[in-house]
């Protein structure tokens, strides 16, 4: 028996950058105290989802992973409370910026830098302009609690994603998340939509999903997006185990057995019975 305790978190995002940081801190501290070992934090926490509009005066709230000083501060509150703590951030590295995750084990070190690959473009969710699309691929990292993949927002709609963090070994699959409203469709909601298809990613590659997601109406030179929240953890049939409301910020646990669930993988068969050969269609754009 392997039994994690997995967490997500949600809040509401201000200008204060340090305030987000210390929102965020609270809630991580709060999650370990209820007995978390891996505790998710929602995408780009330390500010406001700046990618509602295209504005260059944003590129300089990116840094170097190397001695950031947001990462330096959550490696040392996962250190100091024994969690696994996967730290998103935007990332410049030379000329180019990434939408970025650091993977921080419970002792404090950094495994490494997940840069997301999915790049999503359209009104309120500006992102093309601002992140060149990851050159890491997707990335598993072998932790205190468990092989864990993770991948960021966008990339939680696709199921090749999934699947191929899965396939390099990963027992759970975090989803940090910044989503809400639809500025050219205000009577749109995804959430139903984007829950399922993560629960989906679940119950197809048979392992605990979770996602964490920011609540609050933000506003961004005239453009407006409303975060849905919703934060979830689902086990590996795609079960809700447990979730957080459309509003409030909001801690959620939930505990997971890996031994168990790895045996049932097996037992399915669903990796043996893969056709690899069958799949070239998943290489083209198009027919």
């Known amino acids: ?21 210390d929102r965020a801190e609270a809630l991580v501290r709060r999650a370990a105290a209820e007995g978390a070992q891996v505790i998710l934090l929602q995408e780009l926490f330390e500010g406001p989802y700046f990618c509602k509009t295209e ?39 030379g000329p180019a910026h990434f939408n970025s995750m650091a993977m921080v084990d419970a002792d404090g070190a950094v495994l490494g830098c997940y840069r997301k690959s999915h790049i999503p473009q359209g009104p309120g969710y500006e992102e093309k302009y601002y992140f060149s699309p990851g050159d890491t691929g997707f990335r598993v990292w072998d932790t205190a609690f468990g092989r864990i993949g993770v991948g960021i927002c966008w990339d939680q709609w696709f199921p090749e994603a999934a699947r191929a963090m899965a396939l390099m070994g990963a027992e759970v699959l975090l989803y940090p998340t910044a989503i809400g409203s639809e500025p050219p469709a205000p009577g749109y909601d995804s959430q139903p939509h984007w829950e399922m298809v993560m629960r989906g990613h679940a ?63 097996r037992s399915w068969g669903l990796f043996r019975d893969r056709r690899p050969e069958l799949y070239g269609a998943l290489k083209a754009f198009g027919g």
């Open 203 to 265: 119950a197809a590659n048979i392992l605990p999903v979770a996602a964490s997601n920011r609540i609050g109406r933000e506003v961004q030179d005239g453009q407006e997006v409303t975060f849905y929240g919703t934060s979830f953890i689902s086990d590996q049939t795609g079960q809700i185990l447990t979730q957080a409301g459309r509003e409030g910020e909001a801690v959620r646990l939930a505990r997971v057995d890996l031994d168990a669930i790895a045996e049932l993988r």
């Open 1 to 21: 028996m392997r039994e994690v305790t997995l967490a997500v978190t949600q809040f509401a995002c201000g200008p204060d950058h340090g305030a987000n940081a």
């Open 55 to 93: 504005d260059p005066r944003y590129f300089d709230w990116a840094r170097p992973l190397e001695g950031n000083p947001l990462v330096a501060r959550f490696e040392a509150l996962a250190r100091e409370l024994g969690v696994v703590l996967p730290v998103s951030f935007f990332e410049r590295a």
